[in-house]
């Protein structure tokens, strides 16, 4: 049963050719949502801003090249300007120092705009728990993306931009400034305010001799 | 019944306790001739601001010379004829805690005579001072600042000794040394506010910058005036 045969009167003039919807007397039109329509053409044509600072850059290219072929999905135009670019790919780990960077870079994109943190450091740090790391990258920009892995495999890329897609699907226009309005007085500041940043990074980190190099009395030396 | 072990965030709180004298010290110079033509030709002219030699690595001659003296050393081992040390490698420092010395470690090599050398000044931590080489190898000038930005190596005579890895208005220490707090001094959203206070103008280039345009900046909505 082809698409002719759902639409009002298309499946039962068929033409010789055998597009009966583009015949004579035939309706050449579709009624669908606008939502649909939007959201189809957004999920379908993402271009990826890469930030790529680190291994996970390595994954990410690979995910782009022609194995994994991440054009399969919309997205073979990687955007190295913010102004043309819809997601915004996070992939490394992030300096305090480049911190303002990547919050302007997320400034500049144009809204419907989304963010994929990459890989184990863009997310929480990883093992990179001192004191010239960014705690996650959700602190200075909103995230809607963890993709975990150190690095992640280009699979779990393109399952975390195909999970971006699903989240478009359900998006609506009526609601747009609702998921889309930016208050012009947070540009350039912090996302997360002081109470989250503390409670995402506090000091129960992943360094595993924190206790140690701090000076602070182990079991083995207090006795 | 112990006391509860202490959490990290206590440990943040009370900051940093001095590391352990027992931990390894710095090498000491050894007795002895060596066979680099250069130790030799050091202690015959400048006697006591050499302060030893050690061959370490295998194949790495190493001498002590006195901070004080540096620049005068170094700049004969680059002019002098049988030295021509033409090439500083690298400048680098070492911090070994407990208040022991800061040692800066130049590392040096003659591209005519084909040979390596190491030189290393002791620096008490109460005067972390010494002359900067900058003017005799321009490849100094942004090692310099490195050491500087990352130890407290103050370089006198350095044409432009600012942090270079760490952002300029960097308040928390100079992160190398042994007593710095492994998740630095300030909390995460301190460090958080600060690093996006900075302005990126002063460390990126107005063209690189330029690149994507300004900030973007949503237009506030306003009621249209009515035509009177």
């Known amino acids: 049963m082809g698409l002719g045969d759902l639409l009002p009167g298309g499946g039962t003039q068929k033409s010789e050719g055998g597009l009966g919807m583009f015949g004579a007397g035939s309706p050449t039109f579709l009624t669908t949502k606008i939502d649909f329509v939007i959201n189809w053409g957004r999920r379908n044509s993402l271009w990826p801003m890469p930030f790529g600072t680190a291994c996970c850059a390595i994954e990410m290219m690979a995910a782009a090249a022609s194995n994994f072929d991440l054009a399969r999905f919309g997205m073979e135009r990687m955007s190295f300007s913010p102004r043309q670019a819809d997601v915004l790919i996070c992939a490394g780990r992030v300096p305090y120092k480049l911190a303002p960077v990547l919050r302007r870079i997320w400034d500049q994109m144009p809204q419907p705009k989304w963010c994929v943190s990459m890989g184990a450091c863009a997310s929480s740090g990883g093992v990179f728990d001192v004191y010239s790391m960014v705690q996650g990258i959700d602190t200075i920009v909103p995230v809607d993306v963890y993709v975990p892995g150190c690095p992640p495999r280009p699979e779990g890329l393109i399952y975390g931009l195909m999970m971006i897609q699903e989240k478009i699907r359900e998006e609506s226009l009526s609601r747009h400034f609702e998921h889309r309005a930016e208050d012009p007085a947070l540009v350039a500041l912090a996302k997360a305010n002081e109470a989250e940043i503390v409670g995402l990074t506090g000091p129960f980190g992943n360094s595993t001799q924190q206790e140690k190099l701090s000076g602070a009395p182990t079991d083995d030396n207090s006795a | ?228």
């Not at chain 2, 270079?164 to 992160?175: K, N, R, V």
């Not at chain 2, 710095?180 to 690093?195: D, I, K, W, Y």
């Open chain 2, 1 to 228: 019944m112990t006391e509860r072990p202490l959490s990290g965030l206590d440990a943040v709180e009370r900051g940093p306790l001095p590391s352990d004298p027992s931990a390894p010290a710095a090498p000491a110079p050894v007795e002895g001739q060596s066979d680099h033509p250069s130790v030799a030709a050091l202690a015959s002219r400048f006697g006591p601001a050499v302060q030893g030699h050690r061959l370490m690595a295998g194949d790495q001659t190493v001498v002590w010379i006195a901070p004080e003296k540096s620049l005068e050393i170094l700049t004969w081992l680059k002019d002098d004829p049988a030295q021509q040390y033409d090439m500083m490698s690298d400048v680098t420092g070492v911090d070994y805690g407990s208040g022991r010395p800061i040692e800066v470690v130049y590392q040096m090599f003659s591209t005519v005579h084909k040979r390596a050398l190491r030189l290393r000044c002791r620096l008490p931590l109460e005067a972390l001072e010494i002359d900067s080489v900058a003017g005799l190898w321009h490849s100094a000038n942004w090692l310099e600042r490195e050491v500087y930005d990352l130890f407290g190596v103050t370089f006198k005579g350095h044409p432009d000794l600012r942090r270079i890895l760490m952002p300029f208005d960097y308040a928390e220490g100079h992160p190398l040394r042994k007593d710095f707090p492994l998740r630095g001094r300030f909390s995460r959203a301190e460090q958080t506010r600060r690093a996006l206070a900075q302005d990126v103008e002063r460390f990126y280039g107005s063209q690189e910058l330029a690149h994507g345009g300004p900030p973007q900046q949503v237009p506030a909505r306003t009621e249209p005036e009515a035509e009177g």
